[in-house]
């Protein structure tokens, strides 16, 4: 791309000024916009805040008036940029609506990112707020199915997933977590110091709506939802603006953030579908191009620092809202148990007991935790007969009953007794969580449950289908992820019930085994069917039915009948 912002003069400050009718515009149709173009409105909206609220930060540390006057002319025209883009968001889009548009954002934004960032520290720090904003995803689109009766898939389509990510319980940190390295500039490539100035925005902005919105919900479910996301938010906007160098003066900072609007504008004018806002993000770059000359002007004025020092000569590839469901699935598969430990991230099993962590995490979470109602209301409302839907075997984030699944009404083939185990063991992890009393006995029913279900896939199910060339390596998968299962129930066992190191736990086992039957249902079964006939499905369901009775190697915690410490409910 030879396209250097630095050379060009753009649109004049004194010709930017517009009246009132310029920047009403007209809203786009939510039942016809394309995802992303709802996401690229959310964000340029996003990057138009930071600037201008950048440029009042910077008026309050300056004494000289001519300088301040010179901020606020530009200021001013920032102010008029996000008016006429936040012009373009409906009016009849409900406040669960924008929320979904939000963590869309948040999700495919910063999974770009993260695939594309050059420092492998940020994009550890990126890959870790990315399955904490798809799971807000998931608590956010079960809360807006269980209040208004609209499913997010027709918001997000097939783009974005809609599944949970790691768990919203386990997500709150002390705030001294939230704290990371700083890049160093003259080291990094300057494309990450605009990846992370634009999430901070996105997140900043995401922050600060639902410090505003939570009030707004009449749901006592919903307020408490928004209020326990929009804490992960302001830990998320905490992590990434310590990345920024604190070494940048006000002046190289200015430059910064108007370069990033001029590379935001030009990339979403490529990809833009709607012709309307595409002439939007032209004109918007046109007068980006004029601030980032200006704010060049001003810093070789008072600083004599030379922007080309700063910044590249040429503008980097264009950020793209894009599906990234396969990116996003394997940092789940590897990344989903991880917390922040200072500056670094380490999986939750080796964080000290005593660590500030669970201390926090007992006072936040008390005896109500909001994200987790969500689901539990969810469920009582639409059943157990709610579930991911698929298409071709993938999922697409839809929620709606399964009669996808018809296998699941029957009882007397294999399919649909592994469809009722699951559900079985999916209420179980519900109770466990909202029980009042009787945690460690409910741990313990879903223990052999869930051991003697795995056992018995693996005696009676999976040897069938390792017969299939096509079924092969997605049951050598199932064997794996069982192991992790096993692995996980067995370091439970040492920990008392209820402590808060075992609530994070059972966390961690409910979204590991969450996927691992989405991924069941979703592909083997349905690829099994076309393997396994009515009859040989019956004949299998016969034998698995008697799996109590015959001797499976259960873990040996399970046959000493879970004799576990626990901690008093």
Same mark, same amino acid.
């Given at each position: 791309?030879?396209?250097?912002?630095?050379?060009?003069?753009?649109?004049?400050?004194?010709?930017?000024?517009?009246?009132?009718?310029?920047?009403?515009?007209?809203?786009?149709?939510?039942?016809?916009?394309?995802?992303?173009?709802?996401?690229?409105? #959310?964000?340029?909206?996003?990057?138009?805040?930071?600037?201008?609220?950048?440029?009042?930060? +910077?008026?309050?540390?300056?004494?000289?008036?001519?300088?301040?006057?010179?901020?606020? +002319? @530009?200021?001013?025209?920032?102010?008029? *940029? *996000?008016?006429?883009?936040?012009?373009?968001?409906?009016?009849?889009?409900?406040?669960?609506?924008?929320?979904?548009?939000?963590?869309?954002?948040?999700?495919?934004?910063?999974?770009?990112?993260?695939?594309?960032?050059?420092?492998?520290?940020?994009?550890?720090?990126?890959?870790?707020?990315?399955?904490?904003?798809?799971?807000?995803?998931?608590?956010?689109?079960?809360?807006?199915?269980?209040?208004?009766?609209?499913?997010?898939?027709?918001?997000?389509?097939?783009?974005?997933?809609?599944?949970?990510?790691?768990?919203?319980?386990?997500?709150?940190?002390?705030?001294?977590?939230?704290?990371?390295?700083?890049?160093?500039?003259?080291?990094?490539?300057?494309?990450?110091?605009?990846?992370?100035?634009?999430?901070?925005?996105?997140?900043?902005?995401?922050?600060? +709506?639902?410090?505003?919105?939570?009030?707004?919900?009449?749901?006592?479910?919903?307020?408490?939802?928004?209020?326990?996301?929009? !804490?992960?938010?302001?830990?998320?906007?905490?992590?990434?603006?310590? =990345?920024?160098?604190?070494?940048?003066?006000?002046?190289?900072?200015?430059?910064?953030?108007?370069?990033?609007?001029?590379?935001?504008?030009?990339?979403?004018?490529?990809?833009?579908?709607?012709?309307?806002?595409?002439?939007?993000?032209?004109?918007?770059?046109?007068?980006?191009?004029?601030?980032?000359?200006?704010?060049?002007?001003? !810093?070789?004025?008072?600083?004599?620092?030379?922007?080309?020092?700063?910044?590249?000569?040429?503008?980097?590839?264009?950020?793209?809202?894009?599906?990234?469901?396969?990116?996003?699935?394997?940092?789940?598969?590897? *990344?989903?148990?991880?917390?922040?430990?200072?500056?670094?991230?380490?999986?939750?099993?080796?964080?000290?007991?005593?660590?500030?962590?669970?201390?926090?995490?007992?006072?936040?979470?008390?005896?109500?935790?909001?994200?987790?109602?969500?689901?539990?209301?969810?469920?009582?409302?639409?059943?157990?007969?709610?579930?991911?839907?698929?298409?071709?075997?993938?999922?697409?984030?839809?929620?709606?009953?399964?009669?996808?699944?018809?296998?699941?009404?029957?009882?007397?083939?294999?399919?649909?007794?592994?469809?009722?185990?699951?559900?079985?063991?999916? !209420?179980?992890?519900?109770?466990?969580?909202?029980?009042?009393?009787?945690?460690?006995?409910?741990?313990?029913?879903?223990?052999?449950?869930?051991?003697?279900?795995?056992?018995?896939?693996?005696?009676?199910?999976?040897?069938? =289908?390792?017969?299939?060339?096509?079924?092969?390596?997605?049951?050598?998968?199932?064997?794996?992820?069982?192991?992790?299962?096993?692995?996980?129930?067995?370091?439970?066992?040492?920990?008392?019930?209820?402590?808060?190191?075992?609530?994070?736990? #059972?966390?961690?086992?409910?979204?590991?085994?969450?996927?691992? #039957?989405?991924?069941?249902?979703?592909?083997?079964?349905?690829?099994?069917?076309?393997?396994?006939?009515?009859?040989?499905?019956?004949?299998?369901?016969?034998?698995? @039915?008697?799996?109590?009775?015959?001797?499976?190697?259960?873990?040996?915690?399970?046959?000493?009948?879970?004799?576990?410490?626990?901690?008093?409910?």
């Amino acid at each position: 791309m030879t396209f250097n912002p630095l050379k060009e003069k753009g649109l004049p400050m004194e010709k930017q000024v517009r009246n009132w009718s310029e920047l009403a515009g007209r809203p786009y149709d939510k039942e016809e916009v394309d995802p992303y173009t709802r996401c690229r409105v #959310i964000l340029m909206n996003a990057l138009e805040v930071e600037a201008a609220l950048f440029l009042h930060e +910077f008026n309050r540390m300056e004494k000289r008036t001519e300088l301040k006057e010179q901020l606020a +002319f @530009q200021r001013r025209i920032e102010q008029q *940029q *996000q008016k006429a883009i936040s012009g373009l968001i409906p009016g009849n889009e409900s406040i669960l609506e924008n929320t979904i548009g939000y963590e869309q954002v948040a999700v495919d934004l910063t999974a770009y990112l993260a695939r594309t960032v050059t420092d492998p520290y940020v994009k550890q720090v990126f890959d870790f707020g990315l399955l904490e904003d798809f799971d807000h995803l998931y608590r956010y689109s079960n809360l807006m199915e269980t209040l208004e009766g609209k499913q997010a898939n027709k918001l997000v389509h097939d783009y974005t997933e809609v599944m949970p990510g790691r768990p919203t319980i386990v997500e709150h940190r002390h705030p001294f977590d939230s704290i990371r390295a700083p890049i160093d500039p003259k080291k990094a490539d300057s494309k990450d110091l605009l990846y992370i100035l634009t999430l901070v925005a996105a997140e900043q902005q995401t922050m600060n +709506f639902y410090m505003n919105m939570a009030n707004r919900i009449t749901d006592p479910v919903g307020r408490g939802l928004y209020i326990e996301i929009g !804490m992960i938010e302001e830990q998320h906007v905490s992590q990434y603006e310590s =990345l920024l160098d604190p070494r940048m003066d006000s002046f190289e900072m200015m430059v910064v953030h108007e370069y990033n609007e001029c590379y935001l504008y030009h990339s979403f004018m490529e990809k833009e579908l709607d012709p309307r806002i595409r002439k939007i993000w032209e004109l918007h770059l046109d007068m980006e191009l004029g601030h980032l000359r200006n704010a060049v002007e001003l !810093m070789g004025k008072y600083t004599k620092k030379d922007a080309e020092e700063l910044l590249p000569k040429r503008l980097p590839a264009p950020i793209v809202f894009e599906p990234n469901i396969k990116y996003v699935r394997d940092i789940l598969e590897s *990344q989903v148990n991880l917390t922040a430990v200072g500056m670094d991230f380490k999986p939750v099993d080796q964080v000290d007991k005593n660590d500030r962590y669970f201390e926090y995490q007992n006072v936040v979470n008390g005896h109500w935790v909001p994200s987790e109602e969500v689901i539990e209301e969810h469920m009582d409302k639409f059943g157990e007969d709610y579930r991911l839907d698929l298409t071709d075997g993938e999922r697409t984030g839809r929620v709606r009953p399964a009669e996808y699944y018809r296998m699941k009404t029957r009882s007397k083939d294999i399919f649909g007794l592994l469809n009722k185990e699951h559900n079985e063991v999916k !209420m179980l992890f519900q109770k466990i969580r909202f029980a009042a009393a009787g945690r460690d006995a409910l741990f313990s029913e879903l223990a052999e449950n869930l051991s003697l279900h795995m056992e018995g896939e693996e005696q009676l199910f999976y040897p069938r =289908l390792e017969e299939s060339d096509e079924l092969k390596d997605l049951v050598v998968k199932g064997y794996e992820e069982h192991e992790e299962a096993r692995t996980m129930l067995n370091d439970m066992v040492k920990i008392p019930v209820g402590e808060n190191e075992w609530l994070a736990r #059972i966390g961690l086992l409910h979204t590991s085994v969450e996927h691992h #039957i989405a991924d069941e249902e979703g592909e083997i079964f349905i690829k099994a069917h076309k393997e396994i006939g009515p009859e040989e499905s019956e004949e299998i369901a016969r034998n698995y @039915q008697m799996k109590e009775e015959i001797a499976f190697q259960t873990t040996a915690w399970i046959k000493e009948k879970h004799d576990v410490p626990h901690k008093t409910d």
